[in-house]
């Protein structure tokens, strides 16, 4: 019997199952796991990005687009352009600037993102 004052004596605790055990330790590996994943992805991403920034940069091929037959532009929550050149369409992913008949070139970079620009070199990205 216990005095108010006193403390009880603890209990001893009952040993973990084994299914208690293994559902721990595998708790335990998915939460490094995840961790892991995570500090891969932080250093890996930026990475890949500069990587893929700096072959953006890298003109691979050109060639002509033809000459400038009209632009027509969209305003809406997104700015674009769609070009008619004698050979085709173009449709930009911004509004840009170009004087009738005016020749245009088609460039394809490392990534493989392609870019319409004109007599200046002043190039715009492709949908």
């Not at 216990?2 to 055990?21: I, K």
């Not at 809406?76 to 509004?95: E, I, K």
């Amino acid at each position: 019997m216990t005095t108010p004052g006193s403390n009880p004596e603890p209990r001893p605790r009952a040993p973990l199952s084994f299914l208690d055990r293994v559902q721990r330790n595998l708790l335990i590996l998915l939460v490094l796991v995840i961790c892991a994943a995570f500090l891969f992805l932080m250093a890996v991403l930026p990475l890949a990005y500069h990587h893929d920034k700096q072959r953006g940069q890298i003109v691979t091929s050109v060639t002509p687009a033809g000459r400038v037959l009209s632009v027509t532009f969209n305003c809406g929550l997104f700015t674009s352009s769609l070009v008619q050149t004698d050979t085709g369409f173009y449709g930009l992913s911004s509004s840009v600037s170009l004087g009738k008949n005016e020749a245009l070139t088609l460039e394809v970079r490392a990534n493989a993102d392609r870019y319409l620009c004109d007599a200046q070199h002043l190039c715009t990205r492709l949908f």
